[in-house]
């Protein structure tokens, strides 16, 4: 499969908006799951900070660190041959001073290898937003519901200030980043946002109306722990499908089935 697929660059995705192409973006955090979702041919590989409760099994995404983000998403560069692959900017390496957000978004892509990285933030991020893209490091801005505001927004919910999210999206696109996730807004506002710029939105939570979408892998996959979030579709069941190729496995040492002849060296 992978052999046909073509390698995707920062302008091809811009480009796939005017073109009417969706994007589709997938999370990853290690290289076997990036060289799988790279082969399945996405177009970007996001590596997002939901690291932080989806493999750290922490309650939120502000514990996560930059060292932490750097060496995930040198496992996923290394493993991506097709796909554009996206680091997180984690809380807070990009909030002290602008100088110091262009020097940490700079490791992720000489440490990591990394095409672009994504940070948080609207109207308030401009000045940092225009400080690394205009170092040469492509942004992907991230606006709606922002995980790493959990207890300024009160808790995981949609958002739904729209002159806010028009305000925001034009004003990160001014500044240059070249695509929005928008994150837990309704259908109709993430419709205006997307009409009203000329950069593509990716949706998580946002509905169909934006330019891609974009879900967490392990939510995708049915791996969550848990309730899931309204917005994700689980389009596998691999806890039920490790949960029993583990007790299988238990089973068959138990009772001496495994291994047998064939696993075994004379
Ligand atoms: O951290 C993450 O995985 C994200 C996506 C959910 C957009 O920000």
């Known amino acids: 499969m992978s052999s046909s697929l073509q390698t995707r660059t920062i302008p091809q995705l811009v480009a796939m908006k005017s073109q009417g192409e969706k994007l589709v973006v997938l999370t990853a955090?290690?290289?076997?799951?990036?060289?799988?979702?790279?082969?399945?041919?996405?177009?970007?590989?996001?590596?997002?900070?939901?690291?932080?409760?989806?493999?750290?099994?922490?309650?939120?995404?502000?514990?996560?660190?930059?060292?932490?983000?750097?060496?995930?998403?040198?496992?996923?560069?290394?493993?991506?041959?097709?796909a554009v692959v996206v680091v997180d900017m984690p809380f807070p390496t990009f909030h002290l001073e602008k100088y110091r957000a262009v020097e940490n978004a700079a490791r992720c892509f000489q440490e990591a290898g990394v095409q672009a990285v994504k940070l948080e933030g609207g109207v308030e991020r401009v000045d940092v937003i225009r400080a690394i893209v205009d170092a040469g490091m492509p942004v992907m801005a991230h606006i709606g519901l922002m995980p790493q505001s959990v207890h300024k927004m009160g808790g995981y919910r949609v958002q739904r200030d729209r002159d806010r999210l028009l305000e925001d999206a034009h004003a990160v696109e001014a500044a240059g980043a070249f695509s929005l996730v928008l994150e837990c807004i309704p259908v109709d506002d993430a419709k205006e946002v997307t009409d009203a710029i000329g950069i593509p939105t990716i949706g998580i939570g946002a509905g169909p109306e934006c330019d891609g979408q974009v879900l967490v892998f392990h939510d995708l996959l049915g791996l969550t722990p848990g309730r899931v979030p309204r917005h994700v579709k689980a389009y596998a069941d691999l806890k039920t499908?490790?949960?029993?190729?583990?007790?299988?496995?238990?089973n068959e040492v138990r009772e001496n089935i495994f291994p047998n002849q064939d696993q075994s060296f004379q």
């Open 29 to 82: 955090y290690d290289y076997p799951s990036a060289r799988l979702v790279d082969a399945a041919g996405v177009d970007a590989i996001l590596v997002g900070d939901s690291l932080g409760m989806v493999v750290q099994g922490k309650p939120n995404t502000l514990a996560v660190s930059l060292d932490q983000m750097i060496y995930h998403a040198e496992m996923v560069a290394r493993a991506a041959e097709h």
């Open 241 to 250: 499908t490790i949960t029993d190729a583990v007790c299988q496995f238990s």
